[in-house]
């Protein structure tokens, strides 16, 4: 595991990145029939392009990467009292430049990235197309997140970048955020899925 440091003028912004075989975080890590429920309660489901379900099955998906790079970050407010209505705040500009670097690794790496899906960057506040059985319009920057795909984030986080996801005790932001994306690609001699150019 790495950990990298920067600061901001409303934040400290901690990153982790872990490595692993795709496989064993396949099995050690993936749930998709609990957490399913979740994202069902969700007003989201079924109405974003980013979300389950899917017209396909994500295991077969993932199944053909034998690696995962994990990518965590932890957003430490400077204000402690700031209203929970402020994370989002925290959270777009970080969102925005993992979403991109997750897009360059994905072509360089040859793989598939999961971002992070709320709100779309991309569509401007527009309603998803999704929901007017209209087609994707931006296929090429959308990624579903690892939570979509049945991953246990809490688990994710703990284990493999040693971060404890915080929650909100009432009005007040947590201690701090956590955001988890990731990457899964080809090891460079994976021949049933080789790197492309």
């Given at each position: 595991?790495?950990?990298?440091?920067?600061?901001?003028?409303?934040?400290?912004?901690?990153?982790?990145?872990?490595?692993?075989?795709?496989?064993?975080?396949i099995d050690g890590f993936h749930?998709?029939?609990?957490?399913?429920?979740?994202?069902?309660?969700?007003?989201?489901?079924?109405?974003?392009?980013?979300?389950?379900?899917?017209?396909?099955?994500?295991?077969?998906?993932?199944?053909?990467?034998?690696?995962?790079?994990?990518?965590?970050?932890?957003?430490?407010?400077?204000?402690?009292?700031?209203?929970?209505?402020?994370?989002?705040?925290?959270?777009?500009?970080?969102?925005?430049?993992?979403?991109?670097?997750?897009?360059?690794?994905?072509?360089?790496?040859?793989?598939?990235?999961?971002?992070f899906v709320g709100s779309c960057?991309?569509?401007?506040?527009?309603?998803?197309?999704?929901?007017?059985?209209?087609?994707?319009?931006?296929?090429?920057?959308?990624?579903?997140?690892?939570?979509?795909?049945?991953?246990?984030?809490?688990?994710?986080?703990?284990?493999?970048?040693?971060?404890?996801?915080?929650?909100?005790?009432?009005?007040?932001?947590?201690?701090?955020?956590?955001?988890?994306?990731?990457?899964?690609?080809?090891?460079?001699?994976?021949?049933?899925?080789?790197?492309?150019?």
């Amino acid at each position: 595991m790495q950990k990298k440091t920067t600061n901001h003028t409303t934040c400290t912004v901690e990153r982790y990145t872990a490595e692993m075989d795709a496989a064993a975080y396949i099995d050690g890590f993936h749930n998709a029939d609990y957490f399913i429920k979740f994202c069902q309660q969700c007003g989201n489901y079924g109405r974003r392009y980013g979300c389950p379900p899917f017209d396909y099955d994500p295991l077969t998906v993932i199944e053909r990467y034998d690696k995962v790079r994990i990518i965590g970050v932890k957003i430490v407010p400077c204000d402690k009292t700031l209203p929970l209505e402020a994370a989002n705040d925290l959270m777009e500009p970080v969102t925005k430049e993992l979403n991109k670097e997750l897009l360059e690794m994905e072509k360089s790496l040859g793989g598939m990235s999961f971002g992070f899906v709320g709100s779309c960057p991309y569509c401007g506040g527009v309603p998803c197309a999704r929901i007017e059985g209209m087609p994707y319009k931006h296929p090429d920057k959308v990624r579903p997140s690892l939570e979509a795909f049945g991953f246990d984030m809490g688990k994710t986080a703990k284990e493999l970048l040693g971060l404890e996801i915080k929650w909100s005790k009432g009005l007040l932001i947590p201690e701090y955020l956590t955001l988890v994306c990731g990457i899964f690609y080809p090891s460079l001699f994976n021949a049933k899925n080789p790197v492309r150019n």
